[in-house]
Each structure stands twice: as structure tokens, then as C-alpha cells.
């Protein structure tokens, strides 16, 4: 039997509870809401901060403020808006996630891994994994919701709430944050769906609400993950795919008031590759997809810009998070050599940006010389991409003497190919 709970609101009238809050808030760096108020003035002024939202959140007199809307490009065209609340709403937020997502999390469909403590994309992608490699369900129903935080239908969030809490003060609350509205620019504008990226409570609003899919699909016997709403449906067949798809399609669109984006939604074989969470995963192996190399090659690019006056040591200092940000993520996938190739790449790059603040054939010879090297050597044009793929290159900036800089190397991360052998 399914336990509701009936008394939660006095649980976020405890000023440990919202001291606890803001230290969660303020570990994850998040901007300004309309209100200008940073994270660090918060601080300032704490004691305060928590007793003025006690006090208003036991004379319900507490209202979140508009969110500040904010649009972020998204890799493969268009924008993502993203609604970010002021920094005592967070804390209010993270309070309230703290006591209705642990009655929430242990319900939730095993597999379903996006935004829950504990869960991780490389989990969901080790699940499609397992489903593709050890079962055969190989054919894939390939989904996504369009602007699915921005449809989110309000009262079927609270009505999926309500199932396991009863208690008024708390829905209410949540239906404050979901009507709060949004600032864009200087203009408010009231909002009667959706709940934004950017809030703290969204996410977990949001697998509440696509539990409920999660469930019907599990009752009707298909095999799925989710992250998101980048959802996986795996089966032995073609028609049981497209079966499937037609299946999860209507009652996503009727049932959950969604929209399924038609353009990146298909019936897709394992031996194509099933594009997932940035990876490509094939029957036999998973690689990165082309598009996520491209990106990080481009970050790097920035970062390494030959006309930059930046010293080398300042841009391998900057240059480290990045690399070990996607080798971090990717390394679960077969890409030992693509990690090869990038590694060589960067440090042509680096040595390429070293000749050019070099400026000069004779700087790099008395590097040279000071590493023992004798003889005569050639005069090279010192910002020619070309050279500096040299052996007066290689020679004057060797692996060794990049890694001694403290470069983080690609080359010599532990991926899935090399794990497996």
C-alpha cells in the first residue's frame, strides 16, 4: 500500500533545514535572479536571510519572485531557455527537495537515471548498454520531448504529488514556484505551464511528472531508459519498435499533454548507432559522437589561440578543466584512440602557440641549445601551422616537458577499450 504523508510544511520552518539549503545552494555557483542578489551578498547578511524566510514561510506570507530568463544555445541549433530564481527562492527550493524527494526517489522507475541522487548518465548508458548487448533488444524506439520543461501541465504535476503527500501547505508551495512567472528583460510575464530549467525543484518536478510514463510503459511489459526526456524503448523487432513508438507517442501527447519532437524521433538498429547522452551506441562497441568532438575541439581552439599573448603554463592552467571535464564524461565509451589523436592534437596546438610567442627562429634555438642539443639549425616560420608538427618543435617542447607543465593527458586516460582488455 502506497504511504502518504500529511504533515511536511514544519520541516521547512527549521532554520537548520535552510542553513542546510544554502550551503547546497551556494557549493553550486549559480548566477543572480531579478533581484540582483548574489549568492555571496546572501551570505552576508545569513542570519537575517534565514530568519525573515522562517517567519514567512510560517505566516504563509512567503512569495517566490519572477525568475530571470535567460536563453542558452544548444548545440544543434536554437536556444534553451533556462528561468533562473533569486538566490532565497533556491534555498526555499532546495529545503522543499530535500523533504518530498526522498518520499518520491525510492518509487521511481529503476530505470530511469536523469537528475536523481545516486544515478548518473554513465548509468543509464551501461543500462542501454546492457539491454542492446546481453538481451538482443536491439531495435530501438529513439524519443524526445520538445521544450518538455516548458509544457510541464501544472495541475497534473500536482495531481502526481499528491499521490504520496496530502499535505495543502506543501502543494501549495509548489504551485507558487510553478506560477511565480518570468522577467524578460523588463517586462513580466505570467506563466500557466511549465516548470524552469534553472530552479532547483524542476528537475525533480519533472520525473514526477514523466514517472507516471515510466510506470505505464513498465506495466505494459517494455523495457526502457530514461534520462531526461531522452527516453530509450528496446526491443527484438522492427514492428515491436514501431509499435512501441506509436504507443509511448499517444500517451505522452494525450495523456501527459507533451509534444514529441517528431525530427529527432525514430525507430533506430543498434547497428546504425543509437545516439544517447552524447555517445553513439552500437552493437558491439559505444564511441563518442562526432558532433561532442567537434565542441570540444572548439572550446580548445579558444582556449589555445596563437594570437593570444597568454603565457603556455596560463593556458594549460586553463585548458586542464576542459580536458578532463570530457575525459571524464567520455571515458566510458571505445575511444582509446580518438583520445590518442586529440592528445596529439592539443600539443601540436600548444606548440604551435608556443612559436608564436616565441616570435623569432632564435628564441627557439637557445631552447635548443640549453637542452643539449648541438649543431646548426634551421630557420622555420615561427607561425606556420605546419611547423610546428617540426622536429625543432617536437624537439624543444616534448611530451615529457608539456606533461612537466602539468598538461593532463589525454592519451593516458582509462577508457572502456582499455578497461575491457
Not at 518520491?104 to 542492446?132: C, L, N, V, W
Not at 600539443?347 to 608556443?354: F, N, S, V
Request: hydrophobic share 40%.
Amino acid at each position: 500500500m502506497t504511504r502518504v504523508y500529511y504533515s511536511l510544511y514544519d520541516r521547512l520552518l527549521s532554520p537548520e533545514s535552510l542553513h542546510r539549503a544554502f550551503r547546497k545552494v551556494k557549493s553550486n555557483h549559480g548566477k543572480p535572479g531579478i533581484d540582483g542578489q548574489t549568492v555571496e551578498g546572501f551570505a552576508e547578511g545569513l542570519p537575517d536571510e534565514i530568519v525573515m524566510l522562517v517567519r514567512e514561510l510560517r505566516e504563509k506570507s512567503y512569495r517566490p519572485l519572477p525568475v530571470k530568463r535567460v536563453e542558452i544555445a544548444k548545440d544543434g541549433g536554437g536556444v534553451r531557455l533556462l528561468g533562473i530564481p533569486s538566490v532565497r527562492d533556491r534555498v526555499v527550493q532546495q529545503a522543499l527537495l530535500e523533504i518530498i524527494q526522498s518520499i518520491f526517489d525510492p518509487t521511481f522507475h529503476p530505470s530511469s537515471y536523469g537528475y536523481r541522487p545516486g544515478h548518473s548518465a554513465h548509468q543509464a548508458i551501461a543500462k542501454a548498454e546492457m539491454f542492446i548487448r546481453r538481451y538482443n533488444l536491439r531495435h530501438v524506439a529513439d524519443m524526445d520531448l520538445s521544450r518538455c520543461f516548458d509544457t510541464l501541465n501544472h495541475d497534473l504535476i500536482i495531481s502526481g504529488l499528491r499521490k504520496r503527500i496530502a499535505d495543502g501547505s506543501i502543494l501549495g508551495l509548489v504551485r507558487l514556484f510553478l506560477q511565480s512567472g518570468v522577467m524578460i528583460g523588463n517586462r513580466f510575464e505570467e506563466v500557466e505551464e511549465g516548470s524552469p530549467q534553472g530552479g532547483v525543484v524542476s528537475p525533480f518536478l519533472a520525473n514526477v511528472y514523466l514517472d507516471a510514463f515510466d510506470q505505464e510503459m513498465k506495466r505494459r511489459g517494455h523495457r526502457i531508459v530514461r534520462y531526461a526526456d531522452d527516453i530509450l524503448i528496446l526491443t527484438r523487432s522492427k514492428s515491436a519498435a514501431e509499435n512501441v513508438l506509436k504507443q509511448a507517442s499517444q500517451y505522452l501527447e494525450e495523456e501527459l499533454k507533451l509534444t514529441v519532437n517528431q525530427q529527432k524521433t525514430e525507430v533506430v538498429h543498434s547497428s546504425d548507432g543509437i545516439k544517447f547522452l552524447g555517445m553513439e551506441i552500437c552493437t558491439a562497441y559505444t564511441r563518442i559522437r562526432d558532433k561532442k568532438v567537434c565542441g570540444f575541439k572548439e572550446k580548445v581552439r579558444k582556449i589555445t589561440r596563437r594570437n593570444s599573448p597568454v603565457n603556455l603554463e596560463k593556458v594549460i592552467k586553463d585548458l586542464n578543466p576542459v580536458l578532463r571535464g570530457f575525459a571524464n564524461y567520455f571515458k566510458v565509451a571505445n575511444c582509446k584512440v580518438v583520445f590518442s589523436a586529440l592528445a596529439q592534437w592539443i600539443r601540436r596546438r600548444l606548440r604551435a602557440k608556443q612559436l608564436e610567442l616565441w616570435k623569432k627562429s632564435t628564441r627557439l634555438h637557445r631552447r635548443l641549445r640549453q637542452l643539449g642539443y648541438k649543431g646548426e639549425f634551421k630557420h622555420i616560420k615561427m607561425n606556420s601551422w605546419r611547423n610546428s608538427a617540426s622536429p625543432l618543435a617536437n624537439m624543444a617542447l616534448s611530451n615529457d616537458y608539456l606533461r612537466e607543465l602539468g598538461l593532463f593527458d589525454l592519451s593516458r586516460v582509462r577508457t572502456a577499450a582499455t578497461a575491457s582488455n
